[in-house]
């Protein structure tokens, strides 16, 4: 009897516990669910992605005004060092958390994780680039010829050197990024934190000092040097700059902070963002001072990577990710927008703020639409796997 009532008070219990999970399991899956998010994105950065993506489109929109005493954020394109250094660290953190122990190859590894983003990219560049090259037509006549040699620009080749008709111009950032990256990423893959910790520095400090000592700034990525563009030197300098960046916040994760430091951490992260665009916009000369910039977005991004700041739980959220995602269909269509308002007739005699407004507005409903777009055709396989199964009719296995 006693056995019995035993295993009849077990099977209850058995089942509070199955009913408890299956009324529990929603709550938990979406509970994981959040975690995986917040472990593949720092909400932090995807906010601050947006807001610079923000400041180089309104920077963008300086040839509107009638002098650049009357510009906002006039010194806004060093924004792009930003992207540079986040796409370093996350470069970084690929390469390191791959294990050794696999038979295939580092070269092949590279062009595996290149090719990733490559073709990531390339849907946003052929849209934009159609459209860029629709709107240029209608206010020039380039010809058939100059409009064929654009492929180069929407394929990314432009910043090898190849000359094009360049009707998109920030795809600049993408190209000498995939660049870069196919030279770093098996370095790091290879050397790991021994290229981190003796070569990455020397490759920042003359990489940045060349720029700074010849040029004085780091901007005006389309300036040949002789075999390679600047913007190429400046891409792989702060990229490596990431990588360094990587490893400081790492050190940074693994300390435990009080509260009080943790407030410390956090006045330092969002004072060094907001800095930079009180000095992009008050200090018509902060082009001079891009050394001192480039420090400040490098302490920004460290903290705000090391997960000790107190907004970091509250930064990681859906809206924060929506945002990063508009972020790159924003960069992507603004130069379009921009040139539509530079040459049409209507609008050529207004007021710099109300174009500016009406270009950034545009620029945000356009960006926001072709957001939506590119998920659409994206999910349902459209671009690089449509094109592979018009070509390829099946894969022989070796």
Request: with cysteine; aromatic share 14%.
């Amino acid at each position: 009897m006693e056995n019995r009532q035993a295993k009849k008070s077990t099977k209850k219990k058995n089942t509070t516990k199955k009913v408890i999970t299956k009324t529990g399991n929603k709550p938990v899956k979406e509970e994981t669910q959040n975690k995986v998010i917040t472990k593949k994105h720092n909400g932090i950065i995807s906010f601050w992605k947006f807001m610079f993506c923000f400041m180089i489109v309104v920077f963008h929109g300086k040839l509107f005004a009638k002098s650049s005493k009357d510009a906002i954020l006039i010194g806004g394109s060093i924004g792009v060092e930003f992207f540079f250094i986040v796409s370093g660290y996350l470069m970084t953190k690929s390469a390191l958390k791959k294990k050794d122990d696999t038979n295939e190859s580092i070269g092949n590894e590279t062009l595996k994780y290149v090719w990733k983003k490559y073709k990531s990219f390339i849907p946003y560049t052929l849209v934009t680039g159609i459209i860029g090259l629709i709107v240029y037509n209608i206010y020039n006549n380039p010809g058939i010829i100059k409009n064929l040699s654009n492929i180069h620009e929407i394929l990314l080749f432009r910043m090898t050197g190849i000359r094009c008709l360049t009707v998109n111009i920030p795809t600049w950032y993408i190209s000498s990024m995939l660049i870069c990256m196919i030279i770093l990423y098996p370095l790091l893959r290879k050397y790991k934190e021994n290229f981190i910790y003796i070569v990455a520095p020397l490759i920042v400090l003359l990489g940045i000092g060349y720029l700074l000592h010849e040029y004085k700034n780091l901007r005006g990525p389309g300036i040949w040097l002789g075999i390679t563009f600047k913007g190429n030197i400046r891409a792989f300098a702060e990229l490596t700059l990431g990588s360094i960046v990587y490893l400081l916040s790492e050190k940074i994760k693994s300390i435990k902070f009080t509260n009080f430091g943790k407030l410390f951490l956090t006045f330092i992260e969002i004072g060094s963002f907001i800095l930079i665009f009180l000095i992009s916009h008050f200090m018509e000369s902060g082009i001079k001072y891009d050394g001192i910039l480039l420090f400040i977005i490098t302490v920004g991004i460290t903290l705000a990577f090391s997960e000790q700041t107190l907004e970091y739980n509250f930064l990681c959220n859906k809206f924060s990710y929506w945002l990063e995602r508009l972020s790159l269909t924003l960069y992507m269509i603004h130069w379009s927008v921009r040139f539509f308002f530079i040459n049409f007739e209507p609008v050529k005699d207004l007021r710099y703020s109300i174009k500016l407004s009406a270009y950034t507005l545009s620029t945000l409903v356009l960006g926001i639409i072709l957001m939506y777009i590119m998920d659409f055709l994206k999910k349902r396989n459209y671009f690089i796997p449509k094109f592979k199964n018009i070509i390829i009719k099946e894969k022989i296995e070796a």
